[in-house]
């Protein structure tokens, strides 16, 4: 998204908590200032899906193949391959993959966690072959229960994010989205709204219900009789 600048926040009972920039327009800065952006998935995004499932934690036990994202270009160049390496939290080195035929455009590859990895918060290397370097930082626990991301209920683990769409002219993005999310007791999303939508955003819109519905929050009991409804909303603006 050249041209435009996308920021995504989180409300919880009329208050925004959260603003970050969205991944797509990092990837696109990246792109522009030969910086490399690196995104978590929980879980390795279908081919053709209208959104992904952006994470700040990973486990060791009992969850899904987790995807470490690496976006160094917006177009495939010859960035001479990629080299990954995660440490745990004590600093030891877990894995390290080489990836030869790396391009430089985002790509997702499995995240190599191991075992018996020190919990905490663990560091994502990333070399590319023309000299770049960049880290990024993700929380690992060994199952759920153990992350302290579980004490909030009212904040997701997992947020869906729409995914760009590339039939958009990069001079259309302008606008916003933002979606409500009701959550059951154990977490799930049972219904996504679209509380509004201006320019680009009207044409988000199945993005953005897509992005609730795969969006995954800590159970609570007490949402048996009065679900959770959480928001969340991506605005765009010309740079």
Not at 75 to 87: E, F, K, S, W
Request: aromatic share 8%; hydrophobic share 40%.
């Amino acid at each position: 998204m050249r041209g435009a600048h996308a920021v995504m926040s989180t409300i919880r009972c009329g208050l925004p908590i959260l603003l970050l920039a969205s991944p797509a327009a990092q990837a696109s800065q990246a792109a522009s200032t030969e910086a490399i952006y690196i995104e978590f998935l929980w879980a390795r995004t279908p081919v053709g899906a209208l959104a992904r499932q952006q994470t700040r934690q990973f486990v060791l036990e009992g969850g899904p193949v987790h995807q470490v994202c690496v976006a160094a270009n917006a177009h495939d160049t010859d960035v001479q391959g990629l080299t990954l390496a995660i440490r745990d939290a004590a600093g030891t080195e877990v894995s390290r993959s080489t990836h030869a035929d790396y391009r430089g455009r985002k790509q997702c590859f499995p995240a190599q966690l191991g075992h018996d990895g020190a919990p905490g918060q663990w560091t994502v290397d990333t070399w590319l072959g023309d000299g770049r370097h960049a880290s990024a930082t993700v929380r690992v626990d060994r199952t759920l229960d153990d992350s302290p991301y579980m004490r909030d209920p009212a904040i997701a683990y997992v947020y869906g994010r729409p995914n760009y769409d590339a039939d958009i002219a990069p001079a259309d993005w302008v606008g916003r989205v933002e979606w409500q999310m009701d959550v059951d007791p154990q977490g799930r999303v049972t219904h996504v709204a679209i509380v509004a939508a201006e320019g680009v955003g009207t044409r988000l819109r199945e993005r953005a219900i897509a992005a609730g519905y795969i969006s995954l929050f800590p159970p609570d009991a007490a949402r048996t009789q009065t679900p959770l409804r959480a928001r969340r909303a991506l605005s765009f603006a010309a740079e």
